[in-house]
């Protein structure tokens, strides 16, 4: 089956440690993102990357990291400077604009990052 | 000001009922698309149904239809025949401009969300 992978589902890191959260799709999609979701808020962009070895900063990439070796590989780093990492983090993929393309978004299920 | 307005925090509706989510949007944009995406406790987020600004008809999946009233900037998303399985938060987002700017993908704004349960 098609889609999108993020590991670890659940992750703990102390105060000071950087953390890499995977994901990894199989839809031959060019673009990706990763998204960072807070109680009561919608969601906010971190970072996105339209193809491999590009990549652009969203609304919120302080304290983030990322890289795009690969088409199918789009892994965020939460860096120690990220003054509030304790969130959930979406990855979302989808296909580049041609013909009746509408824009929607395919997304993983989430990885859930607690600092203690 | 909100660019998306969700104003239900949460919803009920009995199991076979109909429901109606409320989406009111913002834009000075002539094009531009609204989305309905679900999430379950699950936490993946699942795109249901788009309606773009051009498009004549208001879109129906299934289940699910928009009843889109341009003049009003309203997307609310109607769940025909309620399941308990459609016991979920609901998200509508709006991308400003062409899809066909690749650009223009990244910037999709979102609402705060609707919890919807379906009571059996």
């Known amino acids: 089956d098609g889609g999108i992978t993020q590991s670890p589902k659940y992750l703990f890191r102390k105060e000071g440690q950087n953390v890499t959260l995977s994901c990894e799709q199989n839809?031959?999609?060019?673009?990706m993102y990763w998204y960072r979701q807070d109680p009561g808020q919608g969601l906010r962009l971190i970072y996105y990357?339209?193809?491999?070895?590009?990549?652009q900063k969203g609304d919120i990439a302080e304290g983030y990291s990322v890289s795009r070796e690969k088409k199918e590989s789009f892994p965020l780093t939460v860096t120690s400077a990220q003054k509030n990492p304790t969130a959930f983090y979406l990855c979302?993929?989808?296909?580049?604009?041609?013909?009746?393309?509408?824009?929607?978004?395919?997304f993983g299920e989430g990885s859930r990052l607690t600092v203690l | 000001a909100q660019k998306i307005t969700q104003t239900q925090p949460g919803m009920f509706v009995q199991e076979k009922e109909a429901v109606t989510l409320d989406c009111t949007y913002d834009t000075s944009d002539p094009s531009y698309g609204l989305f309905w995406y679900k999430q379950p406790s699950s936490g993946e987020m699942i795109f249901l149904i788009y309606q773009g600004s051009y498009d004549q008809q208001n879109a129906t999946e299934g289940r699910y239809s928009l009843n889109f009233q341009k003049a009003r900037k309203s997307a609310n998303l109607v769940i025909s025949a309620s399941q308990l399985g459609d016991s979920a938060m609901y998200f509508c987002?709006?991308?400003?401009?062409?899809?066909?700017?690749?650009?223009?993908?990244?910037?999709?704004?979102w609402g705060l969300g609707t919890s919807l349960a379906v009571n059996p």
């Open positions: 987002a709006m991308r400003e401009g062409s899809p066909l700017n690749a650009g223009n993908n990244r910037k999709l704004i």
């Open positions: 990357s339209q193809i491999v070895n590009d990549f």
């Open positions: 839809l031959n999609h060019d673009a």
């Open positions: 979302a993929s989808s296909l580049a604009p041609t013909g009746a393309y509408t824009g929607e978004l395919f």
